[in-house]
């Protein structure tokens, strides 16, 4: 049994915060540190209601405690990354993290502690500015530079979980004795002060053990995502009012409409748009998005808004920029889409996870061999895989916190395992002709078409997330003319 973690307690004294080394600050006279050490109100909250997830993540953390009794489990939330001298990416925390406390701070790290009957369970924190030695005006971590922060009391009651100054946890953890297990990849000082103690396959054994959890999403993920997916759509109809202001510009109008209402309605983009027309769309992550946009051509938007809860949709729908698909784009799309429907029958209670895939390759395998690309039989294409030229990628992934979840996950848990109740999963077939591809006769060059919806597995088939936007070719073209009337 591993020892109880005993972070010592701050100084009693402490001392008085540099200023930051920008230029800003001339030096403080000590009647104007005076002047802003007091005179403020104290807001601290004692009347917060927990959040909407609490109990989900209180029941994650306790099949978690089960599958790895007696040791101390670390999973960090993440630091703060630098985008150019002292400039930063916006911050968004670990997934593991948010499954497991429902929080989104940096620097915050969950420690589940060993104890007789179980774990218990702490997340330590950053807590708010001191205002007596000059930190929350003067540090460039101090919350007149950066916002107000939960106070460790206030995150108490949000997550329903005990709390502590994260700035003792280094130090508390490299004391500790007992077996540790961390969650690698997000916060270095976590790691190093664990560094002798913990071993690269045992704690890959817990990103596993985290990556299948989230396989099955409760009540509260299928509501998020629900929720993702109709931001995602309304995203999708900003997209196509707005079409002949991306004609005059560029794709980057586009992802700039799409993301407008990410930002709005949701905490960011789930992934970097694609917003790839005419021949990027043959190109699967075109996110450059700085090409021409065309009347006349296709326009194949793969975009998903993340929820306030860091949940995301993963929606591709392939478009006429004029809103009218021409013969042969509609041939093509409609192969699509005749793939994307016998992928999302495949969808179900107890098929395996491949069937999906199979049953979308088939029918577009039939649709290559039937169009003279590639000969036949379609049983031997398919042994050959050599529709994989115009298919290019899998049909399809789990859906979740992360756009590619549970992607830790053992190979029989995920591509070789069976699909549950409660399992989301994007269908996504494509085809794509490259417009160098001399195999193809020239009209086909340049043109790619994928649909992606994403597909909740329910306890007798299946419920499309995002199928309030419209899939059928004729009816994307009365939608879009509705959008534009
Ligand atoms: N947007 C990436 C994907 O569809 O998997
Ligand atoms: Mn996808
Ligand atoms: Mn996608």
Not at 30 to 42: F, K, P, Q, V
Not at 301 to 323: M, S, W
Not at 410 to 416: L, M
């Amino acid at each position: 049994m591993a020892e109880e973690l005993n972070p010592s307690t701050p100084e009693e004294e402490e001392q008085p915060v540099k200023p930051r080394k920008n230029g800003l600050y001339p030096d403080v006279s000590e009647e104007l540190a005076a002047n802003m050490a007091s005179g403020w109100a104290d807001t601290e909250r004692h009347d917060l209601a927990p959040i909407p997830q609490a109990t989900h993540t209180a029941d994650r953390r306790a099949a978690l405690s089960q599958r790895f009794p007696g040791e101390r489990l670390v999973v960090p939330s993440g630091k703060l990354k630098t985008r150019s001298n002292d400039t930063e990416y916006p911050f968004r925390a670990s997934t593991e993290y948010v499954y497991l406390t429902g929080d989104q701070t940096e620097d915050g790290v969950l420690v589940l502690e060993p104890t007789a009957d179980g774990h218990e369970a702490t997340v330590y924190l950053l807590p708010r500015s001191n205002r007596e030695n000059g930190e929350f005006w003067l540090s460039g971590q101090g919350e007149l530079w950066v916002g107000r922060r939960t106070s460790l009391g206030e995150a108490e009651q949000l997550l329903g979980l005990n709390t502590k100054d994260v700035r003792e946890l280094a130090d508390a953890l490299s004391a500790a004795t007992g077996p540790v297990r961390v969650v690698r990849g997000h916060d270095a000082g976590i790691e190093s002060a664990l560094t002798d103690k913990v071993t690269a396959e045992r704690d890959e054994e817990l990103r596993v053990y985290l990556s299948e959890a989230r396989a099955v999403k409760d009540a509260f993920e299928i509501g998020e995502l629900q929720k993702a997916c109709d931001s995602t759509a309304r995203g999708f109809e900003d997209v196509v009012k707005v079409l002949d202001r991306a004609e005059a510009t560029s794709e980057r109008y586009i992802e700039g409409t799409f993301f407008l209402r990410a930002r709005v309605e949701g905490n960011d983009v789930g992934y970097g748009s694609i917003c790839a027309a005419g021949p990027h769309a043959t190109t699967l992550h075109w996110v450059r998005n700085d090409g021409q946009v065309r009347s006349g051509e296709l326009l194949l938007l793969d975009a998903g808004v993340e929820t306030t809860t860091l949940y995301t949709a993963d929606v591709t729908r392939t478009l006429p920029i004029n809103g009218r698909f021409t013969e042969l784009q509609r041939k093509i799309y409609d192969a699509v889409y005749d793939a994307q429907e016998a992928g999302i029958a495949a969808v179900k209670p107890g098929a395996k996870y491949r069937d999906f895939h199979d049953a979308a390759q088939r029918v577009l395998a039939e649709r290559l061999v039937e169009w003279g690309l590639v000969e036949g039989p379609v049983e031997r294409v398919l042994e050959l895989g050599l529709q994989r030229r115009w298919t290019l990628h899998g049909t399809g992934h789990m859906l979740g916190l992360d756009v590619h979840d549970c992607a830790a996950a053992r190979t029989e848990a995920y591509v070789d395992g069976t699909l549950e109740p409660g399992m989301c999963l994007t269908v996504e077939p494509g085809l794509y002709f490259q417009a160098d591809d001399v195999t193809v006769p020239e009209e086909y060059r340049g043109i790619g078409v994928r649909i992606e919806d994403d597909i909740l597995v329910t306890e007798d088939g299946n419920r499309n997330l995002s199928d309030s936007l419209p899939r059928r070719a004729d009816e994307i073209e009365t939608w879009m003319a509705s959008l534009k009337g």
